[in-house]
């Protein structure tokens, strides 16, 4: 199941990041990476998911195929792995899916002096941050595939990280550019799962 993990992870990079940076170049002549000024909270909400989705998806296995890291006890089980499969393989599409629904629009992280367009149909008219959403399940299933402290670890710190992102970077920027528009959307698409974290602020 490890190597498995290892399989679905290099998709998830592939996928996600390499052949959606691509379409973006394609379309815009930009790969759409913005990471902001080292030690901000944007330049930290983007390094935390990083860190924690590579302790996932690869140093948990890595330990798990040499030995020097054993699965929990409570969730060394087979329905647990095949599930972590089913969640990974479904995030990784949902992930892809929801970057393509935001087009030309599409960032990794953000500049505060560039305005794009407020996505806020097809995936984006229940959840704000749908591509957050489907990260969170991909790192979520390899975690359950390989559930040894490390990819737990790396869970925790990919939301940590994408909740430091999305409350003190990304939010405030769009409030900011798009203001009342901004404000009504947020008033009736939950932040990370339709209804929950809605607000009109």
Not at 55 to 62: F, Q, R, S, V, Y
Request: aromatic share 6%.
């Amino acid at each position: 199941m490890a190597v498995l993990a290892l399989a679905l992870y290099a998709a998830f990079l592939l996928i996600a990041g390499g052949m959606r940076a691509l379409i973006q170049y394609r379309r815009t002549g930009d790969l759409g990476a913005r990471h902001g000024r080292t030690g901000t909270a944007q330049w930290w909400g983007s390094i935390a998911p990083c860190l924690g989705s590579l302790l996932t998806g690869i140093l948990a296995p890595a330990a798990d195929i040499t030995g020097l890291m054993h699965p929990l006890p409570g969730l060394d089980t087979l329905p647990v792995r095949i599930t972590g499969v089913a969640l990974a393989a479904l995030g990784i599409a949902a992930t892809f899916t929801a970057q393509l629904a935001m087009g030309a629009s599409w960032r990794i992280g953000g500049d505060p002096g560039e305005t794009t367009a407020l996505v806020t149909t097809g995936p984006f008219k229940l959840v704000r941050n749908p591509i957050y959403t489907a990260a969170i399940l991909t790192v979520a299933g390899l975690a359950l595939m390989v559930p040894n402290p490390l990819a737990l670890a790396g869970l925790a710190a990919t939301v940590i990280g994408i909740e430091l992102t999305v409350r003190l970077a990304e939010e405030p920027y769009l409030r900011r550019v798009h203001g009342a528009t901004y404000a009504q959307y947020a008033a009736r698409a939950g932040r990370f799962l339709p209804g929950i974290g809605r607000h009109s602020g």
